[in-house]
């Protein structure tokens, strides 16, 4: 197995300008930081990638290192799928040494490796401590199943962990619960550290997304001092958390009618000491009794929160109006692009536009240096109009969401209201040609 292809899933990068990407890595090599794991990488735009450890990466790092830079410089947050091992991890990377303890074991059980076994590897997972949350589409075929115990031991110990579960699908039963199997030790709780703010969870039974770690930094530094928010789909407080201990909210009402999500809400509230600076509302969102409450209303449901909007409106202060903060999957379907040398990759069409990073290995990363000036121009030309006709996408959306809202506004006060478009937050690429936004959008009674 080649070391090289292999990796531990989507790590976080901050992206820059070359210029000053010396000046990043001496910061974060300093401030111990950097995802030494994974190398640097140049991206298409003459931009670079510095892999950075997400969960010690702190909105005041980000702070620093922007104020360091000339105005209209480059300094995003991001993170991407399929990084590039180091030289250092790829001598002894954990998944090649599970692909070599697993190797040992099938042969030692009388078995044979095949390139089957090989392909039916994880390619990627989930670190929460000493537990390891594998992916879905590992581990499939049957020769696994006849070596019992003994397997889930042997892949603990290949990858440092004490504890394996395995993830299926998310269980269509309204409250997104995930279908994780405990394969090895006695309970699925665990603790994970984002930007200084512990969580604690059981992965059986609670979703977390390493994805959305963008838009938690980003909530963390929005100006909340002295508000009320209202987060309508708190889940274990992956938001509520942050607005409460870096955004300086007063206080926040956390709704969800996940009785297992609520239970760790209760215990994350405590674990950063915020709990007398919130009440959790456990049930439907739609059957809240608050009103005229809130300056925010965060409303973090995927694919789309549109059944609570009316709820939103009944919480924003009559007098004053508030913000709204809005996730939504927008899809969106650019033009593919064809080069001389064929057809450009389809991945890369799919990444977010703001966003965009390149997930290739050292070979394509080669092949994309040998191009010619021309074929470049074609690309940089294909990515620019993909990026226009994607968020122009994404601006419709947003204009016709204010609308929407103006119309229950009025409805609910018998008088107009404005909306202004703020921000709009691009978290994550979500599926092909789908991604999740945040809206932030203004809301306020005509004087």
Not at 252 to 271: F, G, I, M, S, T
Not at 324 to 339: G, T
């Amino acid at each position: 197995m080649d070391a090289k292809n292999l990796n531990s899933g989507p790590i976080s990068v901050l992206i820059t300008e070359s210029q000053f990407a010396q000046r990043f890595r001496e910061y974060l090599e300093r401030e111990r930081i950097l995802d030494v794991c994974h190398r640097m990488q140049k991206l298409l735009d003459g931009t670079v990638a510095l892999p950075v450890l997400g969960e010690k990466l702190t909105e005041q790092h980000l702070q620093e290192l922007r104020e360091s830079l000339p105005p209209e410089s480059t300094c995003t947050l991001t993170w991407v799928q399929n990084p590039v091992p180091s030289k250092a991890a790829q001598v002894q990377s954990p998944a090649w040494k599970l692909c070599r303890e697993l190797q040992r074991l099938v042969s030692d059980s009388g078995g044979r490796w095949s390139d089957e076994l090989e392909d039916d590897l994880p390619r990627s997972w989930q670190r929460h401590g000493d537990l390891v949350l594998l992916s879905e589409d590992s581990f499939r075929a049957a020769l696994w199943k006849e070596l019992g115990p003994e397997l889930w031991e042997t892949v603990a110990s290949a990858l440092g962990a004490r504890r394996i579960a395995k993830r299926g699908r998310i269980s269509p039963d309204g409250v997104r619960s995930p279908t994780v199997t405990l394969l090895l030790g006695q309970d699925g709780w665990v603790e994970h550290v984002d930007n200084g703010i512990r969580y604690t969870f059981d992965v059986t039974r609670c979703m977390f997304s390493p994805g959305n770690i963008t838009e938690k930094l980003r909530v963390a530094s929005l100006p909340c001092a002295g508000e009320v928010l209202v987060d309508l789909y708190a889940g274990i407080g992956y938001f509520t958390v942050p607005y409460l201990v870096h955004a300086g909210a007063a206080f926040v009402h956390a709704c969800d009618w996940n009785p297992h999500a609520v239970e760790a809400l209760r215990k994350n509230l405590e674990l950063n000491g915020v709990q007398d600076r919130c009440q959790i509302h456990q049930g439907d969102n739609r059957q809240l009794e608050l009103q005229d409450v809130a300056n925010r209303v965060n409303l973090g449901l995927l694919p789309s929160s549109e059944e609570a909007w009316p709820i939103a409106c009944q919480l924003l202060r009559k007098g004053t109006g508030g913000i709204l903060h809005i996730h939504q999957n927008v899809e969106s379907f650019p033009a593919k692009a064809h080069l001389h040398s064929g057809h450009l990759e389809e991945q890369q069409l799919q990444q977010c536009p703001e966003q965009a990073v390149s997930n290739r290995q050292e070979d394509r990363m080669g092949q994309r240096n040998r191009r010619s000036p021309k074929d470049a121009d074609i690309m940089d030309s294909v990515r620019e109009t993909q990026a226009a006709a994607t968020r122009a996408e994404w601006q419709r959306w947003a204009e016709t969401t204010g609308a929407r809202i103006r119309v229950l506004l009025q409805q609910l006060h018998g008088k107009p209201w404005r909306t202004n478009i703020l921000h709009i937050e691009p978290v994550k690429s979500y599926a092909p040609h789908v991604y999740h936004i945040v809206l932030d959008l203004e809301c306020r009674p005509h004087s």
